[in-house]
């Protein structure tokens, strides 16, 4: 056998002792998912975020891990979240109404048990119901009309007719679009409700074209949250004008044809692992897993009070390939982010938009701000 040098001895002998050194345990970080109803949208965007951290996670020893429940429509969310807690888990990611939402953070306020809504987009829960264990990755409805007026407004179309669904989502959605509309020097000109019961004397068309007569605007605003009616505005109206809200251009946290700043990357690994297109509620859930585990990483710990100290940390960032890193306010718990403005084809534009200015970051003119002090939980 040849001689080995000196150093070659040295680096046989560090190689050797590495070897024969047994693996530090992995740290167990684990992450629930309770959510109501069946399908997979949303669990499928943290089982990916899962396997993100973990892929991170392994080069400091952290081992993450992910519990679901599914709960029947109308299931008890506190016995659900009493499972997750039993397991001793204590960073659940929600899909849940907001009802049901604000009972699990209730029941879990004296446990350290931190949830993170990606589903619920109500304005309330950033606001009168907010919660001091509760934050938020999914955006609000008062950010999503933010962003979607910034675009409007950017493009001169200041003038709105606004045309309201009979649902209680479609009431809130239009609240946020009013609220959107005197924030940022728009106008609504007339405000009409859709009123069509599919009578076999009027047809969708017909009665898109009448709603929009008799009144000049430049752009038609839909609140029409379950899908029923905002399509058949489009292409539709009395007069030439885009539709824009639920339907038509809209505003959303995530788009399946999203290609910038690395996204496309994470749209392959999503639909090679899920077999299909990452929706919103899948990115929400995937931002929230992230947030866990990049707080861990950077901290290097595995101990849930110094995880969530981090994610809530004025020096926090999330990559979320939207251009832009992302935070989580803390006046009210949400994930500030960029909102994408587009169609079914394509992004439009990005918001914030350039010239909505703010003295901290201009992602925080989309949402409620600090100064309106609406949370009382966290005052």
């Known amino acids: 056998m040849p001689q080995l040098s000196t150093p070659a001895r040295a680096i ?4 050797m002792l590495l070897a024969a050194t047994p693996a530090a345990p992995a ?21 990916l975020a899962v396997a993100d951290d973990n892929a991170s996670g392994r080069f400091l020893g ?12 109308g299931g008890d969310a506190v016995a659900g979240l009493k499972q997750l807690a039993d397991k001793a888990i204590r960073f659940v990611v929600a899909d849940l109404p907001a ?10 306020a004296a446990t350290g048990l931190v949830l993170i809504d990606a589903g619920a987009a109500d304005d309330s829960l950033r606001e009168g119901e907010c919660r ?5 990755t999914r ?10 007026a910034q675009v409007l407004v950017r493009k001169s179309w200041k003038s709105w007719l606004l045309v309201v669904g009979p649902e209680p989502a479609d009431r809130l959605y239009a609240a946020a679009i009013r609220r959107a509309a005197a924030k940022f020097g728009a106008r609504i000109v007339a405000e009409r409700p859709w009123t069509y019961t599919r009578d076999a004397q009027r047809t969708a068309e017909g009665e898109s074209v009448a709603l929009t007569q008799g009144v000049s605007y430049d752009v ?10 905002g399509d058949s505005m489009v292409f539709n109206t009395w007069e030439p004008r885009p539709v824009a809200g639920t339907q038509g251009l809209t505003a959303s946290a995530w788009s399946p044809v ?9 749209q392959n690994r999503f639909r090679a692992q899920a077999g299909r297109a990452m929706t919103e509620r899948d990115f929400a859930a995937w931002a929230a897993g992230r947030a866990v585990g990049e707080a861990a990483m950077r901290g290097r710990t595995s101990d849930p009070a110094r995880i969530e100290a981090a994610m809530r940390g004025s020096d926090f960032t999330l990559a979320v390939f939207k251009g832009r890193a992302a935070s989580f306010r803390p006046w009210d718990g949400q994930l500030r982010q960029p909102i994408l403005v587009g169609w079914a084809r394509a992004v439009v534009a990005v918001a914030p938009q350039e010239g909505f200015l703010h003295p901290f970051t201009d992602l925080d003119t989309l949402g409620s701000d600090q100064g309106e002090k609406k949370c009382a939980a966290r005052q």
């Open 132 to 136: 001091r264990n509760l934050l938020h």
């Open 62 to 73: 952290q081992a993450y891990t992910l519990e679901p429940v599914i709960l029947p429509p």
């Open 99 to 108: 009802a049901d939402l604000i009972r699990a953070a209730d029941a879990a």
């Open 139 to 148: 955006p609000s409805r008062a950010m999503l009309a933010d962003g979607l």
């Open 220 to 229: 038609v605003v839909v609140a029409d949250e379950a899908g029923a009616f």
């Open 12 to 15: 046989l002998a560090i190689v």
């Open 27 to 47: 740290a167990d970080i684990r992450l629930g998912w309770l959510a109501t109803g069946s399908g997979d949208e949303g669990l499928d965007g943290l089982k």
């Open 258 to 266: 999203h290609d910038q700043w690395g996204a496309t990357q994470v």
